[in-house]
């Protein structure tokens, strides 16, 4: 029993002497907690949004760091592995105790650590596109979501291609709603989806995916493959010969496929995405510059790099109005204002506060046979509408949870 | 006709699948079947073969020149590992798995720090053709002829050359085979080096079509496993009949429910072979001889 009290006492020492530390004076660094995979499955396409994170905070201590305090960041690699986020979301949290967290590539990961967030009543930013409906007062998400990508891609290759759609998706929660979506919106404009192939992330091998396509016959195939495994699909339809456009809100906007494989394999690839580093503005052509002044090997500045450069700034504006506190219902204040905006590499955006998501313009990229891009299409402004007009609103309540097309918040 | 193109569409995804469980195990059959180390650092051999396959195609040297430099080198890495770890584990099969782990962790790691997370590709040769509706990858089906050549090869690499009965009497009889004059430390090396290489192969022959990342070995992984588990210690009668029956069953189910199901059958397979035969076919094919 002697021994538990000690313990006891010992462990309260050490939480006060934490807190003392942590309590933060105004000369502390902000401290931001990065969790993004540095190797595994996913490494390709986010080791970017890292360096776009670095890059931000160089500037943003070069001009004076946020309301004064330095900003310092605590970089951890999760391996392309929901476990490890897990584990690196506790220790940001618990032990690193960070002002807030810049979390998580795929789905199964956010949807892993977030949680974890919510236990700790963290502040985490999930700055990738993804199939939406997240309605959580713990969360940020800067990605583009379903109503930005997808309202705006399907019906414009219906129009262009035809009616009869087949979708190839990874097999998890990305994959299954993503696809739930374009089901949704190829109905209602009066198409059909003529085939769905669900696919584990490990395969990497699709001759008979690629016959099963070519068995329906479609106008258009979307291709929702996630990880590097997958991305041997676009090559070995290629040199089958199977010639028909695809549609993506995942490929080249994060994944660069038309930089990685060899002339013609993503020709006829249509994707709608906030940035790549062919968008030909001056603020995009202004940040490509820098980023690769800055990382001269950086294989490709994607929209998951912008989105990361574009959130950093966003919290410096939000702490700063909320006049140097950190705290997440003061940070919330800021937003509910509704006009948390940023002019940057992706144009004008603005966080929405009843879902915390944000505002987009929106690229339609196409990919040519000499893996040229061009952008037959853009969609000015488009609102992340579909959590707020569904009865998610965070300025009321939080039910931190997910939505899907079948499963609305009103229901 | 329509038969001819559902057989033909039938014969090609068989023979895709065969080709690509055979040559994603070769080398394990070597390695693991046949010398009993259960090496986990297979896949990074194959991701040698591919990356010098790629980086040496892409400084313009002929693509067949180009893979049999990718197989050549992951055969070399293959016999430097075994000179340097492997051999003081033949006795240890439990530390050989964590040391072959090591080796894949540091491999891996490695060639992302010093490669990068992801290399640009090369396309794949020889186009396509038709057959009905359906068009066909061409190189698919070299791939498939290229399967069979290196059964049949190592066939006769083993059962009709001295090296082949040299290397098999030292892994079957070890102290014997030194007891009539050879040199089994050598045959030691050489054996993992020739499993190397055809994982290395395996590597070299894909690389066209894949996505070259330092993680490029673990697709193959679970089918090469499968497969040399299936198939039992004999590299030729155990890696043949296993790959024909998994293909089969990939195929079918592949094309029938979809890739889900395709891995799902290859897993209850292994399952219950494992369950009744557990020398793999090999050992049942062979029960009578011994």
């Known amino acids: ?411 | 006709m329509e038969y001819i193109h559902f057989a033909f569409t039938a014969f090609y995804q068989f023979g895709d699948a065969f080709a690509f469980l055979v040559l994603s195990a070769m080398g394990l059959a070597v390695i693991f079947g046949m010398m009993g180390i259960i090496n986990l650092a297979h896949g990074e051999f194959i991701m040698c073969g591919a990356y010098v396959t790629v980086a040496t195609a892409r400084m313009g040297v002929p693509l067949p020149i180009a893979m049999l430099c990718g197989s050549l080198a992951a055969g070399m890495l293959g016999i430097v590992l075994e000179r340097t770890i492997i051999h003081r584990l033949y006795h240890r099969p439990l530390d050989s798995i964590v040391a072959t782990w090591g080796i894949s962790l540091i491999l891996t790691q490695g060639t992302l720090i010093v490669l990068g997370s992801s290399m640009a590709g090369i396309s794949t040769p020889l186009g396509s053709f038709s057959v009905g509706n359906y068009s066909y990858s061409t190189y698919r089906m070299v791939l498939l002829g290229v399967a069979v050549l290196v059964l049949i090869g190592l066939y006769l690499l083993f059962h009709h050359t001295t090296f082949g009965i040299h290397s098999r009497a030292t892994i079957q009889a070890p102290h014997m085979a030194k007891a009539v004059g050879i040199d089994t430390g050598r045959m030691y090396s050489l054996t993992f080096g020739l499993g190397a290489a055809l994982a290395g192969l395996a590597g070299a022959l894909y690389a066209p079509t894949i996505s070259i990342v330092p993680t490029l070995g673990a697709n193959f992984l679970v089918e090469s496993f499968v497969t040399v588990v299936v198939g039992g210690a004999d590299v030729f009668l155990g890696t043949a009949p296993a790959a024909a029956t998994l293909a089969v069953i990939k195929a079918f189910l592949t094309g029938w429910q979809g890739q889900l199901m395709g891995q799902v059958g290859l897993l209850i397979t292994v399952m219950v072979v494992i369950r009744i035969l557990p020398q793999g076919l090999s050992g049942w094919l062979l029960k009578g001889r011994t």
């Open chain 1, 1 to 411: 029993m002697k021994y538990s009290t000690i313990q006891r006492t010992a462990t309260l020492s050490t939480l006060l002497a934490g807190s003392l530390v942590t309590s933060a004076s105004a000369n502390d660094p902000i401290q931001i907690g990065v969790l993004e995979d540095q190797s595994g499955n996913f490494a390709a396409v986010t080791q970017v949004k890292v360096n776009a994170i670095e890059l931000a905070a160089e500037e943003i201590n070069a001009a004076g760091g946020i309301a004064g305090r330095e900003v310092e960041l605590v970089i951890y690699d999760t391996q392309s592995d929901d476990r490890r986020y897990q584990e690196l979301m506790r220790r940001v949290l618990q032990r690193d105790q960070v002002d807030t967290v810049f979390a998580g590539f795929a789905s199964s990961s956010r949807e892993a650590y977030r949680p974890i967030v919510n236990q700790f009543d963290g502040l985490a930013f999930y700055n990738n596109q993804y199939e939406g409906g997240v309605c959580d007062a713990n969360m940020i998400v800067t990605g583009a979501v379903p109503e930005q990508q997808f309202s705006t891609l399907i019906p414009w290759m219906m129009e262009e291609y035809g009616p009869n759609v087949y979708t190839i998706a990874a097999d998890y929660n990305f994959g299954q709603i993503s696809a739930e979506w374009v089901r949704q919106i190829v109905e209602e404009e009066g198409g059909e989806i003529v085939g769905e192939d669900f696919i584990p992330l490990g395969v990497s091998q699709f001759s008979q995916t690629i016959q099963n396509i070519q068995g329906e016959a479609p106008d258009f195939v979307v291709t929702l493959l996630v990880g590097s495994n997958q991305a041997s699909y676009y090559e070995q339809a290629a040199s089958a010969n199977l010639g028909l456009p695809m549609a993506s809100s995942v490929n080249v906007g994060q994944g660069y496929e038309h930089k990685r494989f060899a002339p013609p394999s993503l020709a006829n690839m249509f994707v709608t995405t906030n940035f790549i580093e062919e968008v030909d503005t001056p603020e995009a052509n202004a940040f490509v510059e820098k980023f690769y002044e800055r990382f001269p090997d950086a294989p490709y500045v994607n929209q998951e790099a912008a989105n990361s450069y574009i959130s950093m700034y966003l919290y410096k504006q939000m702490v700063e109005r909320a006049d140097g506190s950190t705290d997440k219902e003061d940070l919330r204040a800021v937003i509910a204002e509704g006009d948390v905006c940023f002019d940057g590499p992706s144009g004008t955006v603005c966080l929405d506060p009843k879902s915390q998501h944000m505002s987009h313009n929106i690229f339609l990229a196409k990919v040519d046979e000499n893996h040229e891009i061009s952008f037959p299409e853009t969609w000015e402004n488009i609102e992340p509408y579909w959590l707020g007009e569904n009865g998610c609103d965070l300025t009321q309540n939080d039910p931190s949870a997910q939505y899907t097309p079948s499963s609305p918040p009103n229901e």
